[in-house]
Nanobody, 123 residues
Framework: QVQLVESGGGLVQAGGSLRLSCAAS????????MGWFRQAPGKEREFVAT???????AYGDSVKGRFTISRDNAKNTVYLQMSKLKPEDTAVYYC?????????????????WGQGTQVTVSS
């Protein structure tokens, strides 16, 4: 069982930056593939980024080159550094975890979810 708590959301102007954090409980954090997803009002939850225990990562097309996912296994924490933010990045951002191996980009592939943190980008 893993519990995930996101933090770091807020209001930022277009072109600005934010760093989201996701703190995980449990002693086997390093075994989990971690992901970030987002959901805007009226839209489906969208894949943002994922990272394996080794640090290998993948990104959604809409955030490539602007967002960076990283993890600190000693701190049981995964981060999402967001730069060059756009109004269309406005959404609730969710952290997720799965023991499934490989690159995981679909919501159904994740077993554990945080409560989400709101990111609002003003134009």
């Amino acid at each position: 069982q893993v519990q995930l708590v996101e933090s770091g959301g807020g209001l930022v102007q277009a072109g600005g930056s934010l760093r989201l954090s996701c703190a995980a409980s449990g002693r086997t954090f390093s075994s989990y593939v971690m992901g970030w997803f987002r959901q805007a009002p009226g839209k489906e939850r969208e894949f943002v980024a994922t990272i394996r225990w080794s640090g290998g990562s993948a990104y959604g097309d809409s955030v490539k080159g602007r967002f960076t996912i990283s993890r600190d296994n000693a701190k049981n924490t995964v981060y999402l550094q967001m730069s060059k933010l756009k109004p269309e990045d406005t959404a609730v951002y969710y952290c997720a975890a799965t023991l499934s191996l490989g690159v995981r980009t679909r919501t159904l592939e994740y077993d554990y979810w945080g409560q989400g943190t709101q990111v609002t980008v003003s134009s």
